[in-house]
């Protein structure tokens, strides 16, 4: 019983992203094609903006993934003893 209650809200979960990532998706549409045409250097500087930021993205992942595995990501221990 449970696990079909479960099952129910996650298949109503999955209709109602869906359902906003359709009304989203319309949402852009609409607004691109009210706005006017962009020149060809706007469509550029665009273009290398995504670029930059996808690189930027990629490279603070890697970042992560990099202090992760080497350890710079561990709590401060000291082999002191605690004062009194």
């Known amino acids: 019983m449970e696990e079909t209650v479960r099952s129910k809200n996650r298949w109503l979960l999955a209709a109602l992203l ?7 998706t319309w949402y852009c549409v609409s607004v691109w094609r009210a706005a006017p045409s962009m020149p060809l250097y706007g469509n550029i500087i665009v273009g290398v903006a995504a670029i930059l930021v996808l690189v930027a993205g990629c490279g603070l992942i890697t970042l992560i993934f990099y202090t992760h595995r ?15």
């Open 70 to 84: 080497k350890g710079y990501d561990e709590s401060a221990r000291s082999n002191r003893p605690p004062r009194e």
């Open 18 to 24: 869906a359902a906003l990532l359709v009304g989203a």
